[in-house]
């Protein structure tokens, strides 16, 4: 009887083992939509590139579809699933009604951002990222190095994300420097691709006075480093750009300053490990600076000794002596800022 007990459990371990490697077969595309071109530097190359590496290191294909707007994407999603894709990565928050509809219409897990509280086990995953604490390093760095006393925030609308950094970059501008204003202009409710908004937001905003510019925007986030590198600050220097989520040093002209890098190769790791683990759907990703998914980009604008007193600041914040907690809500992020006029 015992002999037999023992084969049994042997084969249920076994069918257990074959039923994960089964699961775990299944992940063998993913697709990720874009809604403009994986060029601009930011939100969209870096989340096609990331999509791209990750796949890679999973022995996983990965479908493209980009620069597909923020309209209706049913359509694409359907296309895509068509094509064999285990997993949908809707990569703006434009798609947080399409996505999940086509999920479930087709049975295909999907990914949305900034809407942590439509998770679905093995259906919906949200990850809505937030880079507050670089934001909170670069309010820092911008404080030390205004010249006016002034800098700005300008943002192409007011997700969850682009909150949670605007309020980290006043938070940290305001410890770095009692009474320093901080500017803040909204190009418009969804103008993330507006580059001719953002330049105009932008000139306004230095007028007023910043001579450093916190600039939140995808492809309006051109607009905004053109405002830059064009039009002086109230003292006749320059005025220099702070950006997120991706490195423009391949345009710089010597006006941006840093900017809040996110990599999200880890959180797209993290999906198709969860994926294949029937995990799926159960957590909300993140990103910070203690594994570097998070980072504070140097440029040779700024001075060496100015960087060393940053990096002291992150070694604070990593280590929990600088606790920076995340602001999604815009009525709170008001409270922080002063709106432009």
Not at 93 to 106: D, K, R, V
Not at 125 to 130: Q, R
Not at 133 to 144: D, I, M, P
Request: charged share 20%; aromatic share 6%.
């Amino acid at each position: 009887m015992r002999a037999y007990w023992k084969k049994s459990l042997g084969a249920l371990t076994m069918l257990a083992l074959m039923s994960t490697a089964s699961l775990a077969a299944e992940v063998k595309t993913i697709a990720i939509l874009a809604p403009e071109q994986g060029n601009d530097y930011g939100w969209n190359q870096q989340g096609i590139d990331a999509a791209k590496a990750a796949g890679e290191k999973a022995g996983v294909k990965v479908l493209v579809a980009e620069g597909l707007g923020y309209g209706d994407v049913r359509p694409t999603l359907r296309e895509l699933a068509g094509e064999g894709a285990n997993l949908l990565i809707a990569h703006a928050s434009g798609y947080n009604t399409a996505a999940p509809e086509i999920g479930a219409e087709l049975n295909v897990p999907v990914a949305i951002v900034d809407m942590p509280n439509a998770m679905k086990a093995g259906k919906v995953a949200d990850y809505t990222l937030s880079g507050h604490e670089g934001a909170y390093l670069a309010g820092r760095l911008a404080a030390k190095m205004s010249r006016s006393g002034t800098v700005g925030i300008v943002v192409s609308g007011e997700p969850p994300s682009w909150n949670s950094q605007s309020a980290a970059f006043a938070q940290g501008a305001k410890a770095e420097k009692d009474g320093i204003k901080i500017l803040y202009a909204v190009i418009g409710p969804a103008a993330y691709a507006d580059a001719a908004g953002g330049k105009r937001v932008t000139e306004a905003v230095i007028a007023a006075g910043a001579d450093i510019v916190f600039g939140q925007g995808n492809g309006s986030s051109f607009g905004m480093l053109q405002a830059v590198e064009t039009t002086k600050a109230g003292d006749g220097g320059k005025v220099y750009f702070i950006d997120v989520i991706g490195d423009k040093s391949p345009i710089n002209k010597g006006f941006l300053l840093s900017s809040v890098l996110w990599n999200l190769v880890p959180v797209y790791d993290a999906m198709i490990a969860d994926l294949k683990a029937d995990k799926f759907g159960t957590k909300n990703y993140t990103i910070g600076l203690a594994d570097d998914s998070v980072k504070l980009l140097k440029t040779a604008e700024i001075p060496d000794g100015v960087w060393g007193e940053i990096e002291a600041v992150r070694a604070d914040v990593v280590s929990g002596k600088i606790k920076v907690e995340p602001v999604w809500d815009a009525a709170k992020l008001h409270e922080l800022v002063t709106a432009l006029k």
